[in-house]
């Protein structure tokens, strides 16, 4: 049986193959996550993705279903990806503050073996409430918003922001369920194969 990987070193991640009770291998992929110029979000968003996924399923030396994934937050037609300091993670926030914006995640899996590919991605819209510079500072100060996309964490001390989400909840975190289960069963797989054993 091949092995299921995530080719991806995010903790939100990790806890949703978790919660799904999956075992899993978690490599982090080294591939560059610059999006490709003049490429429409959801194209850039699985570009990266498969971008990720091949990294790591070019390195294995075993059978394996490798999952890539990338993130990002789009503003009135503007890509956003993760911040580079604290300062631009106070740009975005406050550009963010008050509007409603998409949150794409493009997911890709590779079979390691037979270099088959499927690439999938969800679109989730988020409203962020108005916040003031003094509660964007004090946010950007606690580290959270420097390895997200937009800045923000929707499942951590960002939540406070969020006035409402329009569709998967999931796909804000970095891993839209429902869609990497639509690309496994278009392999033929049901994602439960990989579940943990019954301890009980």
């Known amino acids: 049986m091949k092995r299921l990987v995530l080719a991806s070193g995010s903790p939100r991640r990790q806890e949703i193959l978790e919660q799904l009770g999956l075992s899993f291998e978690v490599i982090k992929s080294d591939a560059d996550e610059a999006f490709p110029e003049g490429c429409p979000p959801e194209q850039a968003a699985v570009a990266v993705a498969l971008r990720k996924a091949r990294d790591v399923a070019n390195r294995l030396k075993y059978p394996a279903l490798v999952v890539g994934a990338d993130t990002i937050v789009v503003l009135k037609g503007e890509i956003m990806g993760k911040p580079v300091d604290t300062e631009q993670a106070f740009q975005m926030l406050s550009r963010l503050s008050g509007e409603e914006h998409i949150v ?57 922001f969020i006035e409402g989400i329009k569709g998967c909840y999931f796909n804000v975190v970095g891993l839209p369920i429902t869609i990497l289960d639509s690309i496994f069963r278009s392999l033929g797989i049901d994602l439960f194969q990989f579940s943990k054993p019954d301890k009980s």
Do not use: F, H, N, W
Request: net charge negative.
């Open 104 to 160: 794409i995640t493009g997911v890709a899996v590779t079979d390691s073996e037979s270099g088959e590919e499927r690439t999938g991605y969800q679109a989730t819209m988020v409203k962020m409430k108005d916040i003031c510079p003094e509660s964007i500072r004090r946010y950007v100060s606690t580290g959270e918003p420097l390895d997200k996309a937009g800045a923000y964490a929707v499942q951590g001390k960002a939540a406070v």
